[in-house]
């Protein structure tokens, strides 16, 4: 399996709505990313994980809250987000944390998130 | 500052044509750069990863270079088919932490 899934595909939900983002890897890569791509513009980093631990949150409102349960799933928890916040949603993993040589990160297919 | 810049910022070409997207960096200190397609509402896909010391790298059709003195690279499609219509997306990874910096990426359109 050399793939990252991501549920759902498309997510709508209200300001007070609470709902979750989910992604997926079953390649034994230990570090793992949430991005946020806005239409047009290259992906922004969110969060690191590394070894199921938060290593790195680029200053993400707290609105959003990531969860990493195992070294195969990483959630997204949303609550009272705003419009703004609609964009596509991408997670991607890699073996380990770090750029160093062929450390690829392998992107899932995004979920598409509109907030009304 | 650490920037990637990519031109042209968009492109048509004819199916069965060639084409070469640039990418300019000033990123540092560098660890390698990889060439990325997104399909609209899709993630990105590793087309080619290059570190330092490599200057090309092929896959299928697309073949990419790294010119690590000039700070540029290029990724070279050939004989193009209306399935790379796509956005390339140039992104440098920074040697130290995990900060990759992405291009603006050049929308592909291939048309019959």
């Known amino acids: 399996d050399t793939e990252v899934t991501q549920t759902p595909k498309h997510l709508v939900m209200g300001m007070t709505n609470k709902k979750s983002l989910k992604c997926e890897q079953h390649m034994g890569h230990r570090a793992m990313y949430w991005y946020k791509q806005k239409a047009k513009k290259p992906p922004e980093l969110m969060f690191v994980y590394s070894y199921e631990k938060l290593s790195i949150n680029e200053s993400v409102p707290s609105r959003f809250s990531p969860e990493c349960p195992n070294s195969s799933l990483l959630n997204l928890h949303l609550h009272a987000l705003q419009p703004e916040d609609s964009a596509l949603y991408l997670c991607a993993s890699s073996h380990r944390q770090g750029n160093i040589g062929y450390n690829e990160q392998f992107f899932g297919p995004g979920t598409r998130l509109t907030v009304l | 500052k650490n920037q990637v810049e990519q031109s042209p910022q968009s492109l048509i070409i004819l199916e069965g044509k060639n084409c070469t997207l640039q990418?300019?960096?000033?990123?540092?200190?560098?660890?390698?750069l990889r060439w990325y397609k997104q399909d609209t509402g899709r993630g990105p896909v590793s087309l080619t990863i290059m570190t330092f010391s490599e200057n090309t790298k092929s896959n299928g059709r697309y073949t990419a270079t790294l010119d690590a003195d000039t700070k540029q690279s290029s990724l070279h499609i050939t004989a193009s088919q209306l399935s790379d219509s796509a956005s390339y997306i140039c992104?440098?990874?920074?040697?130290?932490?995990?900060?990759?910096?992405f291009g603006a990426g050049t929308i592909l359109r291939v048309k019959s």
């Open positions: 992104v440098v990874g920074m040697e130290y932490g995990n900060k990759l910096v």
């Open positions: 990418c300019n960096y000033t990123v540092s200190p560098f660890s390698n």
